[in-house]
């Protein structure tokens, strides 16, 4: 469910067991169109899975792109990740440099560039 305004800009997150599953993740987004960009982060995640607590290296993906897409990364993230429970979360962008959020929108068509 897309919580923030169609067309606006937005982040979506989502972590990733591997260093090769995260890039691959990255570049599919970019290559559809769907992100303007995405960031790729290596961190220590804590959390809480079946009754144990976890400790476990992930790896990020800050995910720049529109709301209006969020259903369709949220469903090409499913597709791809590993995870049983993947987190997918959209986080809406509430202001920002003018120019940036301009070329965020515009390099986010929804779909591959042509050739």
Do not use: N
């Not at 990733?16 to 995260?22: H, K, S, Y």
């Not at 995405?38 to 993906?61: A, C, D, H, N, T």
């Not at 809406?92 to 779909?111: C, F, H, I, M, N």
């Amino acid at each position: 469910m897309s919580a923030a305004p169609a067309d606006h800009p937005c982040v979506v997150t989502t972590a990733l067991g591997t260093e090769d599953e995260a890039e691959s993740l990255a570049g599919a987004l970019v290559e559809a169109g769907l992100a303007a960009c995405v960031q790729v982060m290596q961190v220590r995640s804590i959390y809480r899975w079946k009754g144990e607590v976890k400790r476990e290296p992930e790896w990020v993906l800050l995910v720049k792109t529109r709301s209006a897409l969020f259903e369709k990364i949220e469903a090409l993230i499913r597709e791809r990740h590993s995870y049983e429970l993947p987190e997918i979360l959209q986080l809406p962008v509430s202001g920002g440099s003018p120019d940036y959020l301009r070329w965020l929108l515009e390099a986010t068509p929804g779909k591959p560039p042509q050739a």
